[in-house]
């Protein structure tokens, strides 16, 4: 089975700067579209950055300019690199992995939390 485990989050202030590591079991960053999510209470998941696997790369209108989704092969994890962070940027980040539009792994996701 698939695993993704999320680290990296934090309490931060407003104008700083994380990075969030998804750390993934086998070879699922080669053959996988990878996405970064995140939700907060009361609202749905937002889908905020997605990697495909020829290297696209695309971004929510509210993140773009400031957050940056890559992956090292080698040491088999996908990072969010989020800078100049908002209040707004606050939330329970999660790592997703799609091989087929019908089967999609999870982690447990990261709490990043931005002080205004």
């Known amino acids: 089975q698939v695993q993704l485990v999320e680290s990296g989050g934090g309490l931060v202030q407003a104008g700083g700067s994380l990075r969030l590591s998804c750390a993934a079991s086998?070879?699922?960053?080669?053959?996988?579209?990878m996405r970064w999510y995140r939700q907060t209470p009361g609202n749905e998941r937002e889908l905020v950055a997605v990697r495909g696997t020829g290297g696209y790369t695309d971004y929510a209108d509210s993140v773009k300019g400031r957050f940056t989704i890559s992956k090292d092969n080698a040491k088999n994890t996908l990072y969010l690199e989020m800078s100049s962070l908002k209040s707004e940027d606050t939330g329970v980040y999660y790592c997703?992995?799609?091989?087929?539009?019908?089967?999609?792994?999870w982690g447990q996701g990261t709490q990043v939390t931005v002080s205004s």
């Open positions: 997703n992995a799609e091989v087929h539009s019908s089967l999609q792994y």
């Open positions: 086998g070879s699922i960053l080669i053959f996988a579209r």
